[in-house]
């Protein structure tokens, strides 16, 4: 079973840029198609982003569409999630999950073996 940790999260000022990591234990990183979640306080866990086994396509809720980029290194077992332009209302902490699909899903019960979450908090 693979095993995540998130880390990178941190106090930022809304238009600053932060990158946050999800490093996978385990040979099988490769094999999942990855996803980013968020959950604010008093609000629902929401899809982020998405990207599949190796790289090539990556699927963005329309709210980080154009600011959030999601990338993969397969050598290094890392999932990143580079997050540019923040908003006060990217505040929330970050969770990465595997998908047990190589589509794209949104939907929350695609995905498992979540991480512990990193918080991101950005300041007006």
């Known amino acids: 079973q693979l095993q995540l940790v998130e880390s990178g999260g941190g106090l930022v000022q809304a238009g600053d840029s932060l990158r946050v990591s999800c490093a996978a234990s385990?040979?099988?990183?490769?094999?999942?198609?990855m996803g980013w979640f968020r959950q604010a306080p008093g609000k629902e866990r929401e899809f982020v982003a998405n990207i599949n086994r190796i790289g090539s396509s990556t699927y963005y809720a329309d709210s980080v569409k154009g600011r959030f980029t999601n990338s993969r290194d397969n050598v290094k077992n890392v999932l990143y999630l580079q997050m540019n332009s923040l908003k006060p209302e990217d505040t929330a902490v970050y969770y990465c999950a595997t998908s047990s699909s190589d589509r794209p899903s949104v939907r929350i019960g695609t995905y498992m073996n979540w991480g512990q979450g990193t918080q991101v908090t950005v300041s007006s």
């Open positions: 385990g040979r099988a990183f490769s094999t999942y198609a």
